[in-house]
């Protein structure tokens, strides 16, 4: 009779269940910035084709865009490669 209820007390003690306590998690915010807005122009200034000339000489431009801050992306194929290039309105190289 001892070992009836012995055995009932462990199996009722191992199916029951504990509170687990989840440690809170640290949340930081993070900011993105704002991706740049560029929009189409037809042309662009004479330094910034000096300077496209001059830094790849034979390239073709294909498109070009201007952004609030007047800095000009520019779209352009030197042989049969295609590359993006930033440049600002006195022709002056971005690193972007």
Do not use: C
């Amino acid at each position: 009779m001892k070992k009836l209820i012995l055995s009932a007390a462990l199996i009722l003690g191992s199916l029951s269940t504990y509170a687990v306590t989840v440690p809170l998690q640290n949340t930081q915010n993070q900011s993105v910035p704002v991706q740049e807005r560029y929009v189409e122009v037809e042309t662009v200034p004479d330094a910034v084709k000096a300077a496209l000339e001059t830094a790849h000489p034979g390239a073709i431009l294909g498109k070009a865009y201007i952004n609030e801050k007047k800095e000009y992306k520019l779209e352009i194929t030197v042989g049969d490669q295609k590359a993006t290039v930033y440049a600002d309105a006195e022709g002056n190289w971005i690193n972007k």
